[in-house]
């Protein structure tokens, strides 16, 4: 008899969502944040596709990420040969209204760094920057087609309001999520037809938990940044995000093995991980006054 260990049946639920979603909705993309979750979603996507991603992977660029996660994302765009597109707030960026600048809130800037620029990429409002591979450079990309689905790697476990997620769940026109008004996903069945118009996020990796994420990668051997382990200074980012913003954690975890034994010791069982990003903590309201919004 054949039985499925607790990483194959983790694999086996969101590539079949995915699949689900790539067959339910026109124009699906995935966002890409370059972060451990929607790399894993990357790779499992590959497998679901058999080698080759279907639908564009989407990132949006604040313009204060990390050098190295930039070179990272357009090292494996250009390795794996995938759809890369990117879309960017270049006013609020030009003008100066961000938070580095010293002009705005943590939460503003998210506002228009994030919510904002998501919003006009998924709708193609905006312009949105497509690789042109022969070129090896981004160019403006002349599809604005809106994206009707959306896959994106969140994980209930991770934060408060990420565990009143569904695996497909409704945006209005706005992008806004309505928390109290989401279809109900009884025994495995999700409803994937909606009014015309209504914008769908996917998540095959709700029920993965961090320790899940890092046995998955070390089991695929995934490429991640390497921000992500010491570098002998015994620091290491736990989370990624915008370099002003994103603080990394007291651990001398240099490598996958390191950090999944890290994790099994409990260090961080008191301690989320999202901790050490900034604007979590502004308004009291934490994320999900964001997410409401339209963030990730
Ligand atoms: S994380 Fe910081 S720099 Fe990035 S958008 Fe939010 S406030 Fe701005």
Redesign the pocket.
Known sequence: MITMDHLERLENKSIHIMREAYNQFKNLGMLWSIGKDSTVLLWLARKAFFGHVPFPLVHID?G?KIPEMIEHRDRLAKEWNLDMVYGQNRTALNEKQ???DGT????D??K???TQALENTLNGKWPRYRMNHKKSQYEIDSNNEAFEGIIVGVRADEEGSRSKERYFSPRNTHNDWIIEDQPPEFWNQYKTDFHPGTHIRVHPLLDWTELDIWEYIERENIPMVSLYFDKGEGKRYRSL??????KPVDSHAANVHQIIAELKTGKFVNIAERDG???DKEDGGGLEVLRRDGYM
């Not at 705005?104 to 939460?107: D, E, G, N, R, V």
């Not at 995000?241 to 994103?246: A, F, H, L, Q």
């Open positions: 604040t204060y961000t938070f580095p705005t809130t943590h939460l800037c998210c228009l760094l994030k995000g915008c370099w002003p913003c994103t990003r900034a604007q």
